[in-house]
């Protein structure tokens, strides 16, 4: 039975490490699935009230192209995994990408993936102190904890 892998995916050197990373250590028959939570603004672009500050009104096209990169950013992410992915002897057709719009955060988004019939779980580590990572967590220490059926491996 081939194990069902989900790596979250985003534009980091951590995220990289991650794939770097299940490229050389997991089986090449797994089906893997490369995740990315896009924090999806869409909603505030079209939104047209007199309430919004003016701030905001005269800046609202340059905030939406921003979110618009993002995206670009997450899917170049995402195809330059699965080269990776593909040249470390993963069958293509066996890697698939999936970026979606924010639900409820990104940890519990991916935990929710995580949760829905996947064996293991990649995430990179993101390099912040300990004292930050007390107080504020992160979302690899949020996946790790919140993710009940799946084993997760973190990357550093």
Same mark, same amino acid.
């Given at each position: 039975?081939?194990?069902?892998?989900?790596? #979250? /995916? +985003? !534009?980091?050197?951590?995220? %990289?490490? #991650?794939?770097? @990373?299940?490229?050389?250590?997991?089986?090449k028959d797994s089906d893997v699935t490369l995740?990315? /939570?896009? $924090? !999806?603004?869409?909603?505030?672009?079209?939104?047209? =009230?007199?309430?919004?500050?003016p701030t905001f009104q005269r800046e609202r096209?340059? @905030?939406?192209?921003?979110?618009? $990169?993002?995206?670009?950013?997450?899917?170049?992410?995402?195809?330059?995994?699965? %080269?990776?992915?593909? #040249?470390? *002897? @993963?069958?293509? !057709? %066996?890697?698939?990408?999936? &970026?979606?719009?924010?639900?409820?955060?990104?940890? %519990?988004? &991916?935990?929710?993936?995580? +949760?829905?019939?996947? !064996?293991?779980?990649?995430?990179g580590k993101r390099g912040i102190s300990a004292?930050? +990572?007390?107080?504020? *967590? =992160?979302?690899?220490?949020?996946?790790?904890? *919140?993710?009940? =059926?799946? =084993?997760?491996? /973190?990357?550093?």
């Amino acid at each position: 039975m081939n194990k069902k892998v989900l790596i #979250a /995916v +985003d !534009d980091s050197d951590n995220a %990289r490490r #991650a794939v770097a @990373f299940a490229a050389g250590m997991l089986d090449k028959d797994s089906d893997v699935t490369l995740y990315s /939570v896009l $924090q !999806d603004h869409k909603s505030i672009c079209e939104y047209n =009230s007199p309430s919004l500050t003016p701030t905001f009104q005269r800046e609202r096209a340059a @905030f939406c192209a921003l979110e618009d $990169q993002k995206k670009a950013l997450l899917e170049t992410a995402s195809q330059e995994a699965q %080269r990776v992915l593909a #040249a470390a *002897g @993963f069958s293509e !057709d %066996r890697i698939q990408i999936k &970026i979606q719009a924010l639900e409820k955060g990104v940890a %519990r988004d &991916i935990v929710k993936k995580a +949760d829905s019939g996947y !064996d293991v779980v990649v995430i990179g580590k993101r390099g912040i102190s300990a004292a930050s +990572d007390f107080f504020f *967590g =992160s979302v690899s220490q949020k996946v790790l904890n *919140g993710v009940k =059926s799946a =084993s997760v491996l /973190v990357v550093t």
